[in-house]
């Protein structure tokens, strides 16, 4: 997250839906190659197709996710409030829902995806590590 928090909050849209599409792109890329490798496919193209649709999946969950959080915290004119980035990531788990035709998935992804947000964005604020020195 290279230059994402550097950002003001509810500043720059673009830039920040461009950082966060990268990053989802290359956790898509990683995700695709792993799914390549474990499950052989019958033919090239079958496996370049796999790649590119986890990978592009994952680049537009990235940028819905920080475009939607910049935005909401531009119109809320609250750009520290965590419910900006639960609105982002239960943006990005309704994409994810409408991208496998699934109500079930799609509510579940956005309450998900939209509470790892809201605690990412919390710990972040609060200066919570997950790892660390440990304390003595």
Not at 29 to 47: N, T, W
Not at 62 to 80: I, K, M, N, Q
Request: glycine share 14%; net charge neutral; hydrophobic share 45%.
């Amino acid at each position: 997250m290279v230059g994402y928090w550097e950002i003001p909050e509810g500043t720059d849209c673009v830039r920040k839906a461009w950082i966060t599409g990268r990053i989802g792109a290359a956790l898509g890329l990683v995700g695709s190659a792993y799914h390549i490798v474990l499950l052989q496919h019958e033919s090239v193209f079958k496996g370049v197709q796999t790649a590119a649709t986890g990978t592009v999946t994952m680049a537009t969950l990235g940028a819905v996710f920080g475009l939607t959080t910049c935005l909401s915290a531009h119109v809320r004119e609250d750009p520290e409030d965590a419910l900006n980035y639960f609105v982002g990531g239960c943006a990005s788990g309704i994409v994810l829902g409408a991208r496998n035709h699934s109500y079930a998935t799609g509510s579940s992804a956005c309450l998900m995806l939209g509470l790892l947000a809201a605690f990412t964005k919390i710990g972040k604020r609060e200066g919570w590590t997950v790892f660390g020195p440990p304390r003595l």
